[in-house]
């Protein structure tokens, strides 16, 4: 008997953690499906805990594997946890890619800054649009989030409909592009849905996020009431929230002067795409000096403390264009990633020093979250009526909240994954049924790594204990020919008696070499052995921590 076609989904990231989003849908018999993949996206770099990453990506050894019957990606949206790992990524796979204009236009613009980055090409799918891919016709739907154009996918197949969400919040008046298009989306109840896969950020706030718009006002009145300059920064990508400070700007007399590359960058696609349409232009940083203190607002990149920002450099005074002083006002229109509080605060703390007051939304109303809390999760379920759900994009509590919301809400089927889990979704009961291949990939400067590798391990034991290095020549009866050569980094100088450990290191060698047998003198492996032991050993009766320990023998 033939098997049955079955419809299948795998997050292969952004399932039990925050960023690198990459989920697949597989339809067909077993071993023999079609597959669609959605968003390629990264994680930021790990920090202390993954020293010198700057990306972390997911591991796309499953699309590499069905490479054949894969039919394409699909980008929800222009968020760095979507789309950031395209351009190191896609060369390996070379997918035909399809998202909306001005995700399309955002992302030829990254690529056209990103020195060495291939041509990739994209196929732009207008607002609203479908796409057929094999036995999948994919519905693009309008959803706001804090980027223009966020989209949910209705992926039809003959087994039937799924929403995959993408990010996405109910906002009725979210000052640039489409509202959630909730038409759209009681009609796909109304027709049958049968699961939805849905972004689980925020399911453990109550309640509901505020309206771009009430930000908007906000701004407008903290900018309009400012007696000097005024600096807000913001996500680049947020050109709602670009707009709204531009309007606020323009509405009380003043320029708006655009500082980072990023925030250049967004504006210019944003222009080309419409989303800034009746907004005169921005002046660029030369003129800033120029203009009069009460006739200014700066848009500025660096709302994460990014050293390297224009915010972080204004903070020390180190901008070459552009200065802040007493009496001036600097707004956070931003949330800060949990992560970055340390360097959000150095930035905070430099203006303070200067005289600057310091807004954030530790105060004032200057930003709302891009997803959905509780409330609007609510409202969805009541809308779309999903047989299945299952919870995605978002932290182990997170996709725990939300299952238990669609529970409570009375979806009959709740199917809670993880990253790597094949989940049927029909025919039949819906569950885990089959594990895929999954990871993680590290940007380390220029190249690519994977995660298990040892590479970035042994730079984090590196960091805790340091390293010794010996060299010890011998000649062909054993004996040693020289002094040995040591070297040691990261190892306290002296230990507590006041000895140096280069001293010790060099005492441990000598008599370690002596008084082994002349039979295992000979053999350099042996030796090597030995001396690593005893050096390691040496140092720890003092300092109570092992360094690592590389010995070169040498026979002359
Ligand atoms: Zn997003
Ligand atoms: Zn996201």
């Given at each position: 008997m033939q098997k049955a076609d079955e419809l299948v989904f795998a997050p292969l990231g952004g399932v039990g953690e925050i960023g690198m989003n990459l989920s697949v849908y597989g339809y067909g018999r077993e071993r023999k499906k079609s597959w669609i993949a959605v968003d390629l996206g990264v994680s930021f770099g790990g920090g202390e805990d993954l020293p010198g990453v700057d990306l972390v990506m997911p591991d796309i050894r499953f699309l590499l594997q069905e490479r054949k019957n894969l039919l394409g990606l699909i980008l929800t949206h222009g968020h760095e946890d979507h789309f950031g790992a395209i351009i190191d990524l896609w060369p390996r796979i070379k997918m035909p890619i399809y998202a909306t204009p001005f995700t399309a236009a955002l992302f030829e613009a990254k690529r056209e800054a990103e020195p060495g980055a291939p041509e990739i090409p994209i196929n732009v799918v207008p607002l609203g649009g479908t796409i057929k891919l094999g036995p999948f016709e994919v519905e693009f739907v309008s959803m706001s989030h804090s980027i223009p154009e966020s989209n949910a996918l209705i992926i039809k197949t003959p087994l039937g409909k799924v929403l995959h969400t993408g990010d996405w919040k109910l906002d009725p008046t979210p000052v640039v592009g489409p509202a959630t298009d909730e038409a759209r989306l009681r009609a796909l109840g109304a027709e049958g849905c049968l699961a939805l896969v849905g972004d689980s950020t925020n399911a453990v706030r109550e309640g509901r996020s505020p309206s771009e718009t009430e930000v908007a006002a906000t701004l407008a009145k903290l900018i309009a009431e400012a007696p000097q300059r005024v600096a807000v920064t913001t996500f680049a990508s947020h050109v709602a929230r670009v707009r709204s400070v531009a309007e606020a700007a323009y509405a009380c007399g003043r320029e708006v002067v655009v500082v980072g590359r990023a925030m250049e960058r967004i504006s210019q696609v944003a222009r080309e795409t419409g989303y800034l349409d009746g907004i005169a232009d921005f002046r660029s940083a030369q003129t800033y000096g120029y203009l009069p203190r009460d006739k200014v607002v700066c848009l500025c990149t660096g709302s994460q403390g990014e050293p390297r920002a224009a915010l972080a450099r204004i903070a020390a005074d180190a901008h070459p264009e552009i200065g802040l002083t007493k009496g001036d006002r600097v707004i956070f229109s931003s949330r800060t990633i949990p992560g970055n509080e340390k360097v959000v605060n150095r930035v905070i703390n430099g203006l303070i020093g200067q005289g600057v007051e310091v807004i954030t939304e530790r105060t004032h109303l200057v930003h709302v979250s891009g997803h959905p809390r509780r409330e609007e999760l609510t409202e969805l379920f009541g809308w779309v009526k999903p047989r299945v759900m299952i919870p995605v994009h978002g932290e182990p509590l997170h996709l725990a909240e939300h299952a238990a919301l669609a529970r409570k809400l009375g979806v009959p089927d709740v199917v809670g994954c993880r990253d790597g889990d094949l989940v049927?979704?029909?025919?039949?009961p819906p569950g885990i049924v089959d594990e895929v291949p999954q990871g993680r990939l590290y940007k380390d400067g220029n190249l690519i790594i994977e995660a298990e590798a040892r590479t970035v391990a042994d730079r984090k034991r590196l960091a805790f204990v340091g390293v010794v290095s010996v060299a010890v020549a011998l000649d062909e009866t054993g004996v040693m020919a020289a002094d040995p050569e040591i070297a040691l980094i990261g190892i306290p100088e002296t230990n507590a008696k006041g000895r140096s450990f280069a001293e010790i290191v060099m005492e441990t060698v000598a008599e370690t070499v002596e008084h082994l047998p002349r039979a295992r003198r000979r053999d350099p492996d042996s030796v090597a052995e030995a001396v690593r032991r005893a050096v390691r050993g040496g140092i720890a009766a003092s300092w109570g921590k092992k360094p690592l320990c590389l010995v070169h023998i040498l026979t002359v």
């Open positions: 049927r979704i029909a025919p039949g």
